[in-house]
């Protein structure tokens, strides 16, 4: 055994017992890692295991069964001693399970001695939650939020000592509410078992309890907010986990406990969207107008049918193909490193993220909010099948790189994509390379820019409400609303903020970098990633 000066084990071996073999154990403080070896010369099937400490779970002793003590080496030992050590194994598809690995040896005081460092180097991983308060939907997606979260997430968390306070939501804004009203600082992070819907209500909580708490007013759209330290943590059991996809790479809720087992945390940019001056909502995922906005305007009317009335509501939209007039302003982000059309996707401990904000940081240390107001402007005017906003990729299962393969998740702006009036087969062009691996921007009719503010105007807001002509357009487009086989153009759609649907078509959106966190780590790199994206590459490029 090796010791620093202060006594703290720097460095454990031990030939430690592993099946019917000795193996030889390691527990490396400096490199951070449990490892095992058989010392015997390598063997077909044989492998060297390593973990780092970080995914450790949990350590206990255990008590062997009757079956392994009369088996092999063991009836030699009088009482052999072990111990297990629950770790995280990754799989494919960035899937993690709880994997098990146990340890015997005849010596107690060694058994005893393998337990206390292992226990002691988990007491040391501070990002890990202790207390979480968990909200829990039990009528979204298929009405298997409260059944997963008892028998897949809580487990994991017992065995990991980490206590919970439930609360099953009863009615819209449930969580919101109460967010308000508990005492948030008990707890090292919020858990939201469900689907996008419910994240977004305990996001609004949070962030507003913390708005309040510091005085801010969220109707300014203007106004500096104070960002959240409290984690979110997402348990996918909804109809649509987008956010999770995104974050993590997958929609499974194993893998969403084990990130937040072990203290992930990732930094989310967050909008802000407001209306006259008067706030509306924050939105982290989507924010579309046109196609999005209409699918899910129709699809609430058909609550009914499930996620089926997703693909219902988006063939019938499609086919109605309505386009919308406005105008769009915005302010380009500067700041950030990269492009949307760039190959450089969002990773682990992202380079552009950490660039951006800290440039951004240093512009606005430098100059203050109000020269950023006095930035420049962007104007774009014309007709749109759609309009988007993302904050992330936006990738799903059926669609793996999402709407802006290339958006960050922190780095303090939004992806905005204008899809202009074109013919319904280029269209369905445009939505076919959502599922592929072709880019999705490489079409005349299709805009993407980098921004950190944004507002958007409709036609029929811009002309003269009091006009009876524009009366009647208003009162026209309602009938087309009403009746989708007329051929008239619509007035104004509806804007799709993360799956909730805002009325007013005239907003004032800005991006908030890096305003709350998740118990995630971002999507990590596989082996073809690396090969793309490195820092050096991406300081090359830029």
């Keep these: 055994m090796e010791q620093l000066p202060g006594g703290r ?31 015997r010369p390598p063997r077909r099937g044989d492998e060297n295991c390593f973990v ?37 194994k990754k799989a494919r598809n960035h899937r993690w399970r709880c994997s098990d690995v146990t ?20 007491e040391m991983q501070k990002s890990r939650p202790k207390q979480l308060l968990v909200y829990i939907n039990p009528y979204g997606g298929k009405r298997q939020g409260k059944r997963i979260y008892e028998q897949k997430v ?47 209500e305990v996001m609004h909580g949070l962030i507003g ?73 924050y939105c982290v995922s989507l924010l579309g107008y046109g196609f999005y906005g209409d699918v899910l305007k129709d699809s609430e009317k058909k609550r009914w049918m499930g996620p089926m009335r997703y693909d219902y509501s988006g063939f019938k939209t499609f086919l109605t193909h309505h386009y919308y007039e406005g105008t769009i302003s915005f302010q380009p982000a500067k700041h950030t490193l990269g492009s949307p059309r760039d190959k450089y996707t969002c990773r682990t401990g992202c380079y552009i993220c950490k660039k951006s904000e800290q440039q951004l940081a240093q512009q606005q240390k430098q100059c203050g909010l109000k020269h950023e107001e006095e930035e420049e402007w962007k104007i774009i005017k014309g007709k749109f099948l759609a309009i988007n906003a993302v904050n992330m990729s936006c990738a799903c299962p059926r669609s793996p790189k999402g709407l802006s393969p290339a958006a960050h998740l922190a780095d303090g702006s939004a992806d905005l994509i204008l899809v202009r009036k074109c013919s319904r087969f280029d269209f369905l062009r445009y939505l076919v390379r ?3 691996q072709d880019d999705q921007f490489d079409f005349s009719f ?22 009876v002509t524009d009366m009647g357009k208003k009162r026209f487009g309602q009938f087309c609303r009403d009746h989708p086989a007329c051929c008239c153009n619509i007035a104004n759609s509806t804007w799709n903020c993360d799956g909730e649907t805002l009325e007013s078509s005239g907003i004032e959106v800005r991006v908030h970098c890096q305003l709350m966190k998740l118990f995630a780590r971002g999507i990590e790199e596989t082996c073809k990633d690396e090969a793309a994206y490195s820092q050096s590459s991406v300081e090359q490029l830029l």
């Design 52 to 88: 780092p400490i970080s995914e450790i779970i949990a350590v206990e002793e255990t008590e062997l069964n009757k079956k392994q003590r009369n088996s092999g080496k063991w009836q030699k030992m009088g009482k052999p001693h072990a111990f297990t050590v629950y770790y995280v």
């Design 209 to 281: 309890r913390m708005q309040k708490d510091s005085g801010i007013d969220q109707n300014n759209p203007k106004a500096p907010l104070v960002q959240c330290n409290i984690r979110i943590g997402i348990i996918p059991a909804g109809s649509t986990d987008c956010i999770c996809y995104s974050t993590i790479g997958i929609s499974d809720p194993v893998t969403s406990a084990l990130h937040i087992i072990v203290g992930d945390c990732q930094p989310l940019d967050v909008c802000s969207v407001h209306h006259n001056n008067t706030f509306l909502k």
């Design 154 to 200: 809580a487990p994991l968390f017992s065995l990991a000592s980490v206590s919970t306070d439930v609360v099953i939501t009863e009615h819209a804004n449930h969580a919101k509410d109460n967010l308000f009203e508990v005492n948030i600082n008990k707890y090292d992070g919020v858990v939201c078992v469900g689907g996008d819907g419910m994240f977004s």
């Design 9 to 39: 084990r720097l460095r454990l071996v031990s030939s430690l017992g592993l099946g019917q073999r000795a193996w030889e154990v390691t527990l490396d403080v400096e490199w951070g890692r449990l490892a095992w070896r058989d010392p």
């Design 103 to 122: 340890f015997w040896c005849a010596d107690e005081h060694l058994c005893n001695q393998w337990i206390q460092a292992l226990k002691e180097l988990l």
């Design 434 to 436: 959502h599922t592929n």
């Design 446 to 467: 299709v805009d993407v820019h980098r921004v950190k503010s944004f507002q958007f105007t409709s036609k029929l807001s811009e002309d003269n409400e009091s006009n």
